[in-house]
């Protein structure tokens, strides 16, 4: 049973085949324990949790059924197949002596008072933010032991899910033979602040010396897209610890804010609304506050040698920015040379001819 949970601060990349990818890295960034870093309190359930669970159920044989259709059909029916392993997983029973390890780590993270909780998906292997998830479950402001124990069946389930299981047929590999970890971590109370995106090195502009900040009003939900909801912030990086480093800023429509339901609410455990329309003319976030995403862009980039991508989320009672997944930015063929000079340019004409103003400029604009 001592197996099933495992704490962050025993998580790291060399654990990877027990905790998954997410959990790897958020266990690293723990370890680094950087005054600027904050990740949220939570715990680990392993990869032999998972197994054990299948084999509890005499699952293998029945989902090796199931996906049988994924190898021999040419153009197999992704979300079909997804659907039906999906449901095997959250029909079956939770092993007791699990349930209770489970149920004994949430109630010591929350104190027993029943504490909020995202659940979510640890994969052994590197999903990119920007997938299409399509049957990706993430659970948010699960409270109750009920609750949470759904939860992590349907976070055991998104290794079926319809993008994993593209991933893992492009990969070559059976997708019986893989396991799936699952992360528990405290609610960041985000449905009163705000969350989003930043990816170290820019995509859209294809260049390595611009970090891209998004963000919105709210939760962000199982994973952050990039659309026109976002307010979308440039910094330029050899400029990030000397004045005006901000190369542009974008206010996005913010029209859809999704917060938790509250306490008394037993029917949602999250609520999507209209954004109030003075936050939609408002940015998400101050001056000091992208300074600060763009020098824990830094900060990651440099613990881990690559360029990355990670999901933040500001409390809206504590006000604290925290950091709740990072995964290394994905490789891209760096094409639009026309799009990359383009604002670097900018960015040296900015700190070479006008940086003062335009930090005011900036600093106006972002201003609440």
Request: hydrophobic share 40%; with cysteine; aromatic share 10%.
């Amino acid at each position: 049973m001592e197996n099933y949970i495992i704490k962050f601060r025993d998580a790291d990349l060399s654990k990877l085949t027990s905790v998954g990818y997410k959990c790897a890295m958020l266990g690293e960034l723990q370890a680094y324990d950087h005054v600027d870093l904050l990740i949220p309190e939570g715990f680990i359930i392993s990869g032999k949790a998972f197994r054990d669970f299948i084999n509890f159920n005499d699952l293998e044989n029945r989902l090796n059924i199931t996906l049988q259709p994924l190898y021999k059909e040419v153009a197999p029916k992704y979300c079909l197949i997804s659907a039906a392993a999906q449901q095997l997983i959250t029909d079956a029973r939770m092993p007791a002596d699990m349930g209770m390890a489970i149920i004994d780590a949430y109630d010591y993270l929350g104190d027993m008072n029943d504490s909020p909780v995202s659940v979510s998906s640890s994969f052994m292997f590197e999903m990119p933010f920007d997938n299409d998830d399509e049957g990706l479950n993430t659970g948010l402001n699960v409270q109750g032991h009920c609750a949470l124990l759904y939860a992590v069946k349907k976070s055991f389930a998104n290794l079926f899910s319809c993008s994993a299981l593209k991933r893992i047929k492009d990969a070559g590999i059976k997708v019986i033979d893989l396991d799936i970890a699952v992360c528990v971590q405290l609610m960041v109370r985000a449905g009163k602040g705000c969350s989003g995106l930043v990816s170290s090195e820019d995509n859209d502009f294809q260049a390595e010396d611009v970090i891209h900040i998004s963000g919105r009003w709210g939760l962000s939900g199982g994973s952050f897209r990039l659309d026109d909801e976002c307010d979308d912030y440039w910094i330029f990086k050899p400029s990030i610890l000397k004045t005006a480093p901000l190369i542009e800023l974008k206010l996005g429509r913010k029209q859809r804010i999704l917060t938790a339901a509250p306490d008394d609410d037993y029917t949602w455990q999250t609520i999507e609304s209209a954004t109030p329309e003075e936050m939609q003319h408002m940015y998400v976030l101050n001056y000091h506050e992208i300074l600060h995403l763009g020098k824990c862009a830094l900060l990651i980039e440099k613990h881990f040698n690559s360029p990355v991508q990670f999901t933040w989320a500001k409390d809206g009672a504590d006000h604290q920015i925290y950091i709740l997944s990072v995964c290394k930015s994905p490789i891209k063929t760096r094409s639009s040379l026309h799009a990359k000079a383009t604002v670097l340019n900018k960015a040296k004409h900015i700190y070479s001819d006008n940086k003062h103003s335009f930090k005011r400029k900036v600093k106006a604009n972002v201003s609440r």
